[in-house]
């Protein structure tokens, strides 16, 4: 019989959502908890809504962080399964913060909007769930309104992103006439009900096989008619379904439906689980580590500080590689060589934050820091053990900070420090003489009010940013590299990270590209070199 940890294993899936704003986010998490009975009615995770389109609302970021925060991990049951949702942030903006946890997740679902199709923020992440070679599930929403044409989305997935679609299901209608979705596997028809259009509750749907005398009674003939011919179409030219292919991320299930009126979440769900792989391994220097490897070992992905503004506390998000995490339990750090205790652990479940007793590989779980921890450490029982890092991103966005009040300076430094640890922005050191004000980069423009808003609120530091002219940052490797070979001009600088490795910053794709040819011996490389 298999044992406790191999059924754990096998029953959980964890995955995350990737998508452009306004894609519908928000509201599939919130009906994917709802088909998981993890809430009863939809509508609770609204409120991150309502504050997250005004800029001034959403730099309370008190609020921001009930979103951010409290829904940073999801678990649900679903039929037998342990499901962890694990959310990237959503608003408007990009942050590192969506990449890392990517590097937590086994899957990705990407979700795209009907009428507008790939957008610039869901091709970004895909190319990082590439990088990562992770299955890409496709959920195309809002079917409920008029959008492109399903061969259309197809085409385009390929076009853009250079990724075969194989239709799991095929919409049977489109806005107002939305009717339901065609299974191509069991070759049945889910029909769903127009009540209760505001899908606050699971939607009534009826399953009719096609090649069945009833079709005729919940489709009409034209319905009918085209649904067979799409289907033909489809069954001529479409690609051969393997799990393979999908395991690798080389061909994208895809799924028709819409988050607001609950249609086709369901069909999705079922078949996302049923093809979405348990825990995966992670690599290390001596290979791959197997979750059924039965001691426990797993690595922090995300730092979250002050998210409770009374307690002021921090909080490392692990996930679970292998074994079994118990309360308690000690384990050995290996940046720091030694044990630490893994004390608090919590697991957020919808709003709540629930103190729990032991995790599996594919669970992500809360440890309170207080202070030893950073993004891509490694933790395991017993045995000094290295996952391959989370990657650091080039940031594209760079400021020097300037203190506002001298005597605040250290306050300062303090909150830069601490926002670095989490991820929210990167520093560098400038080098010469009298260059004390740091750098930061950030990935999205927006982490500047981030940061500016958090050091003041978090630290009581005031700060100004004088934005500098560059958007590429390079790590730069090579023989005998000597940093002064690109000392400061109007168009690139040098700088060290808080490793002390140096990079430099470009103005423009130009000045990369000239850096480039004239020193062919050097690599420049986007993400920094693991130590
Ligand atoms: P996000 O997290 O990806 O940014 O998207 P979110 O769920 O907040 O949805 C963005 C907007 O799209 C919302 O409208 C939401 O109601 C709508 N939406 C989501 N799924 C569907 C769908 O399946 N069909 C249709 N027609 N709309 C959908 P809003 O006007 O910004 O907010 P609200 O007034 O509806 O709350």
């Not at 894609?23 to 939809?42: F, Q, S, V």
């Not at 000690?330 to 934050?353: I, M």
């Not at 009581?460 to 934005?467: K, P, Q, T, V």
């Amino acid at each position: 019989m298999a044992s406790e940890l191999d059924q754990e294993v096998a029953r959980r899936r964890t995955f995350a959502i990737i998508s452009h704003p306004d894609a519908g986010k928000t509201t599939l998490t919130e009906k994917l908890l709802l088909y998981g009975g993890a809430i009863h009615l939809a509508g609770s995770v609204k409120a991150r809504r309502a504050s997250r389109h005004a800029t001034s609302d959403w730099m309370e970021l008190e609020k921001q962080r009930g979103i951010s925060v409290t829904s940073s991990v999801l678990q649900f049951p679903y039929r037998g399964h342990a499901v962890n949702l694990l959310d990237t942030p959503g608003h408007q903006d990009f942050s590192e913060d969506t990449y890392r946890t990517l590097a937590a997740a086994d899957a990705a679902v990407m979700l795209i909007d009907a009428a507008k199709g790939v957008e610039p923020q869901t091709k970004k992440l895909f190319k990082v769930c590439r990088m990562r070679g992770i299955p890409i599930f496709t959920f195309v929403n809002k079917l409920d309104r008029f959008g492109r044409a399903p061969l259309e989305l197809m085409d385009e997935l390929e076009q853009v992103l250079g990724l075969r679609a194989y239709p799991m299901n095929w919409p049977i209608g489109m806005g107002p006439e939305f009717r339901g979705v065609y299974d191509r596997q069991h070759k049945v028809v889910h029909v769903f009900s127009a009540e209760g259009r505001h899908g606050e509750s699971e939607v009534a749907e009826r399953s009719v096989p096609l090649d069945s005398d009833e079709i005729h009674s919940v489709l009409n003939e034209r319905e009918l008619a085209t649904l067979k011919e799409e289907i033909e179409l489809l069954d001529i030219g479409g690609d051969e379904f393997t799990r393979e292919k999908v395991t690798s991320g080389q061909l994208t299930p895809m799924f028709f439906g819409s988050a607001m009126t609950n249609f086709g979440v369901r069909p999705f769900l079922d078949a996302f689980l049923e093809l979405a792989p348990p825990p995966t391994s992670r690599p290390t220097k001596e290979g791959p580590r197997e979750p059924t490897y039965p001691k426990f070992s797993g690595f922090v992905f995300k730092i979250q500080a002050n998210m409770d503004p009374a307690h002021r506390d921090r909080i490392a998000f692990m996930r679970v590689v292998s074994g079994r995490y118990v309360k308690g339990m000690t384990a050995f750090h290996s940046r720091l060589g030694k044990d630490v205790r893994l004390a608090k652990p919590s697991q957020f479940l919808a709003a709540e934050r629930t103190a729990i007793e032991d995790a599996w590989p594919g669970d992500v779980i809360g440890l309170f820091d207080p202070g030893m921890f950073r993004i891509g450490d490694t933790l395991a029982e017993g045995e000094d053990l290295l996952f391959e890092s989370v990657p650091r991103f080039s940031p594209e966005y760079f400021a020097i900070v300037r203190s506002k009040d001298p005597l605040r300076r250290k306050q300062m430094e303090k909150g830069l420090e601490q926002l670095s640890e989490e991820g929210t922005v990167q520093i560098f050191q400038q080098l010469g003489m009298g260059m004390k004000d740091p750098i930061v980069g950030v990935v999205g423009a927006l982490q500047f009010e981030v940061l500016q808003f958090r050091v003041e609120h978090e630290y009581g530091a005031r700060i100004m940013l004088d934005r500098l002219p560059f958007s590429h940052a390079r790590w730069v490797v090579g023989p005998n590299f000597d940093p002064k070979t690109f000392d400061w001009e109007g168009n690139r600088q040098t700088v060290q990270d808080r490793d002390g490795l140096p990079l430099v910053l470009f103005r423009d794709d130009w000045a990369l590209q000239h850096a480039e040819e004239k020193h062919p011996e050097l690599k420049f490389l986007s993400a920094a070199p693991q130590l």
